[in-house]
């Protein structure tokens, strides 16, 4: 049931249908994106990105930490929309009442333009998207150790003496790695370009022809494949993953749409 691909160093598995459900996962850097579907194998990540408060994005985060609960696992660390937070809150709140089973969410509530360290090396960046309601968009980077560029042509042997003096010859610089940006305007990207360097960048694409034209997409705040191939040059990213399809297309008239209009 779930679709799995490659992207560089990345597995990207999960399901996603536009206004049905949308949940992914990253079991390299322990994240699941969004939780609009429950998958079993999702249970023992520890970080949960949500985009959103709408049913296909949200919907199953009762469902997970339920499965958890029965796993005697706690919540997920969950990072949402500063917004949403308190009715969230609540309707876990109700739902610990109907079910007799108390559901303690851990819940940080994110603001564009926050980074919160999940990990290691490992940060989450919060950026803003452009939908009908709250919601955000996150870029996962590293943190790692560069050579300065005015000591990059010296040689190991003299570096490697420089550094023993004691010498400071590294900078600590960000390496953009995934980034998830769901159910918005493309303005998203052209606002946060750095988007554009993702190693991978995990992209809606809710609409993909003129059966269902760009005005029509922009109008329910979606990103349409015209807009991206209006981009193309920009996307300097080593994988670019689209999801979020309509339902209004097969999964096989996906793949030939994009073949057929993106060779
Ligand atoms: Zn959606
Ligand atoms: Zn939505």
């Known amino acids: 049931m779930l679709t799995e691909v490659s992207a560089g ?16 996962s990253v079991p390299e850097l322990d994240v699941i994106f969004d939780i609009g579907i429950a998958p079993r194998s999702f249970v023992g990540c520890e970080n949960l ?16 930490m339920g499965v958890r609960g029965l796993n005697k ?8 929309p500063a917004e949403i937070e308190a009715d969230v809150r609540t309707a876990l709140e109700a739902l610990s009442r109907i079910q007799r089973f108390e559901l303690v969410p ?46 990059a042509t010296l040689p190991g042997q003299e570096i490697a003496r420089r550094r023993e003096a004691g010498e400071d010859l590294f900078q600590v610089v960000e390496r953009p790695e995934v980034a998830y940006a769901t159910d918005t305007l493309i303005e998203a990207l052209d606002r946060e370009p750095s988007l554009y360097d993702s190693k ?5 694409c809710t609409f993909l022809d003129e059966r269902k034209e760009k005005a029509h997409s922009r109008s329910r705040c979606h990103v349409h494949f015209d ?13 670019l993953v689209l999801m979020h399809f309509s339902q209004f297309y097969s999964p096989d008239e996906v793949r030939a749409i994009l073949r057929q209009r993106a060779p």
């Open 49 to 64: 990105l949500l985009s959103h408060g709408h049913a296909d994005h949200i919907g199953a985060l009762t469902a997970l």
């Open 106 to 151: 851990n819940l940080v509530p994110v603001r564009p333009g926050d980074v919160h360290e999940l990990y290691g090396d490992l940060c989450v960046r919060v950026f803003k998207t452009y939908h009908s309601v709250p919601s955000v968009g996150y870029q996962l980077f590293r943190r790692v150790k560069k050579l300065r560029a005015e000591f």
């Open 227 to 239: 807009e991206i191939l209006e981009r193309a040059e920009l996307f300097q990213n080593e994988h």
């Open 73 to 80: 696992k706690g919540s997920p660390r969950v990072l949402l």
């Open 9 to 24: 160093p990345y597995t990207i598995r999960g399901v996603s249908v536009g206004g049905i459900y949308t949940s992914l």
């Open 200 to 204: 991978v960048l995990v992209l809606e």
